[in-house]
């Protein structure tokens, strides 16, 4: 564990493109969620597709074994001093600004792909567009309960799973990285995306949200994101 802690920086393993850059780079950021991230990125290596694409993870400083996980799934691996639980913003924009693909399919740590054609229907997506997969939260057997993004029932544009061009998201400016604290970066992220090109949520497309705890406090812990957030919408009208 001592060599992973001292190490900041890109190790890169086989990926998708044998002839070349990547036109597709799936960059995900996470901290010390190991298990749900190992049954992950098997669901993405799972797919079928001829496109090449490569996966970036950015590992915010976890202390478990998440550096195996990566290495296991032959991935791009980036391992960043987070200090710990904080928001992703930082690590998401540290893994968009290392994408060669032209691209990016922006997921979290924890959502399954449910089918094996997610890749190539994220793929899709043009100049002026975000696509926003339709996720559901699972229990442990995978059993879908509450749609966590959803065309009809919670449409919301949130990174759970889509897809955007790697021009417009920083034409957006990316992840907002005043959101310090943990949450609401990717709400206004999706705010803004709204107003400046068409979003489009995915029947066919479907995205698993593994069930896993969280903070007993995250109510309050979320509370200095919430103001940044109701500030920066106000400032937006």
Excluded at 113 to 132: N, P
Excluded at 205 to 215: A, D, I, T
Aim: glycine share 6%; charged share 30%; with cysteine.
């Amino acid at each position: 564990m001592k060599e992973k802690k001292d190490f900041e920086g890109l190790i890169e393993y086989n990926n998708s493109y044998p002839n070349g850059i990547p036109y597709i780079s799936i960059v995900i950021a996470t901290f010390n969620k190991a298990p749900l991230l190992d049954k992950t990125l098997a669901s993405i290596r799972a797919n079928a597709t001829d496109l090449p694409y490569e996966i970036i993870v950015v590992d915010d400083g976890s202390t478990d074994n998440t550096f195996e996980v990566c290495k296991k799934h032959a991935v791009a691996y980036i391992w960043l001093n987070g200090g710990g639980y904080r928001n992703p913003s930082v690590p998401r924009n540290v893994g968009c600004r290392m994408a060669r693909g032209k691209i990016l399919i922006m997921q979290s740590d924890d959502v399954l792909h449910e089918s094996t054609d997610v890749i190539a229907k994220l793929a899709d997506v043009k100049r002026g567009e975000a696509h926003f997969a339709t996720v559901w939260n699972v229990d442990s057997k995978l059993q879908k309960n509450v749609a966590h993004c959803h065309p009809e029932i919670n449409k919301v544009p949130l990174f759970f799973l889509g897809s955007m061009c790697k021009d417009d998201f920083w034409a957006v400016g990316g992840n907002d990285e005043d959101f310090t604290k943990p949450a609401y970066e990717d709400t206004y992220l999706g705010e803004l995306i709204k107003r400046k090109y068409k979003a489009e949520w995915r029947h066919d497309v479907v995205g698993l949200h593994q069930h896993h705890s969280r903070p007993k406090n995250l109510a309050r812990v979320v509370i200095p994101s919430r103001e940044l957030y109701e500030k920066k919408m106000k400032e937006l009208e």
